[in-house]
């Protein structure tokens, strides 16, 4: 059974940065993996996607040019969130989430995505 572990979330002040990591256990393929984020009161809202392996990235308008996706240099099928820049409006539950490669392609639909995390918190102060 495919399982996805997020984790790196905590609280920094605005201007800061986060790392987060996402280890996807029990896949197999080619996956799209994605981070999502919801904040409280609101929708799940994608965040960034990649392909492992394929370097294709795509990102929510909100974060581009402050977070950056990428696959983990170190663990298999696990992927990175480096965020900067953070915003009291980053203030949000993140989860990473896998869909299976193949179109159509997920872009970042939170309902296009099959298996997702526990999620971790991220709080940015003003």
């Known amino acids: 059974q495919v399982q996805l572990q997020e984790s790196g979330g905590g609280s920094v002040q605005s201007g800061g940065s986060l790392r987060l990591s996402c280890a996807a256990y029990?896949?197999?393929?080619?996956?799209?993996m994605g981070w999502f984020r919801q904040a409280p009161g609101k929708e799940r809202e994608g965040v960034a996607k990649i392909v492992i392996g394929r370097g294709d990235t795509e990102y929510a308008d909100s974060v581009k040019g402050r977070f950056i996706v990428s696959a983990d240099p170190v663990k298999k099928n696990a992927m990175i969130l480096q965020m900067t820049s953070l915003k009291p409006e980053d203030t949000a539950m993140y989860f990473c989430a896998a869909a299976p490669l193949g179109p159509p392609n997920p872009g970042l639909a939170p309902e296009k995505y099959t298996y997702w995390g526990q999620g971790t918190q991220v709080t940015v102060s003003s």
């Open positions: 029990a896949i197999g393929g080619w996956y799209y």
